[in-house]
T-cell receptor, first 115, second 109 residues
Framework: GAVVSQHPSWVICKSGTSVKIECRSL??????MFWYRQFPKQSLMLMAT?????????EQGVEKDKFLINHASLTLSTLTVTSAHPEDSSFYIC???????????FGPGTRLTVL | QKEVEQDPGPLSVPEGAIVSLNCTYS??????FMWYRQYSRKGPELLMY????GNKEDGRFTAQVDKSSKYISLFIRDSQPSDSATYLC?????????FGAGTRLTVKP
């Protein structure tokens, strides 16, 4: 149980385009989803927290107009990187937590490369 | 001072060795403690989950929590090359969760 999927697993795009990444909880209802980015050989950096049906809460320094998060259902959250630039190239990982749970379950990650 | 401190390593051990990974924390509100394993270019995978002081064993893995010292450990017995990964400690409480920086472990055959 507690499986989280992400799509796509990798994406290459041109500078200036937008990219959408999906995060799905497959066998539980995720009342809260988290989005992280991870640079090579570094730890996870929390970008934002989203509760189903509410606006996401962004960490300091994360541009909410650049990283659009939607959590419209209990099993799906999306992260859209708008007007992507090469410095946005990174490994983006989502995690999901059920109602009342204390543990996050992670997706497999999406590797974004912006040319 | 960071809320969660974890030595990033890298840590290299021979196959069969006992590995000890540790984290310290400062927030006494943390009540739940987790260890995640992350292979290169993969998402973190939940390995162990504990919520009380003491030891919890699962196969070759033992998680230890000492709330009085604000110190948690993960022990890996009979380490295998397949254990080579980054291990992240995590802890939560009051609807807040924090991760350690992760320790890179290499088990050499």
């Amino acid at each position: 149980g507690a499986v989280v999927s992400q799509h796509p697993s990798w994406v290459i795009c041109k500078s200036g385009t937008s990219v959408k990444i999906e995060c799905r909880s497959l066998d539980f209802q995720a009342t809260t989803m988290f989005w992280y980015r991870q640079f090579p050989k570094q730890s996870l950096m929390l970008m934002a927290t989203s509760n189903e049906g509410s606006k996401a809460t962004y960490e300091q320094g994360v541009e909410k107009d650049k990283f659009l998060i939607n959590h419209a259902s209990l099993t799906l959250s999306t992260l859209t990187v708008t007007s992507a630039h090469p410095e946005d190239s990174s490994f983006y990982i989502c995690s999901a937590r059920g109602n009342g749970a204390d543990t996050q379950y992670f997706g497999p990650g999406t590797r974004l490369t912006v040319l | 001072q960071k809320e969660v401190e974890q030595d990033p390593g890298p840590l290299s051990v021979p196959e069969g060795a006992i590995v000890s990974l540790n984290c310290t924390y400062s927030n006494s509100a943390f009540q739940y403690f987790m260890w995640y394993r992350q292979y290169s270019r993969k998402g973190p995978e939940l390995l162990m989950y504990t919520y009380s002081s003491g030891n919890k064993e699962d196969g070759r893995f033992t998680a230890q929590v000492d709330k009085s010292s604000k110190y948690i450990s993960l022990f890996i017995r009979d380490s295998q090359p397949s254990d080579s990964a980054t291990y992240l400690c995590a802890m939560s409480g009051d609807n807040d969760m924090r991760f350690g920086a992760g320790t890179r472990l290499t088990v050499k055959p």
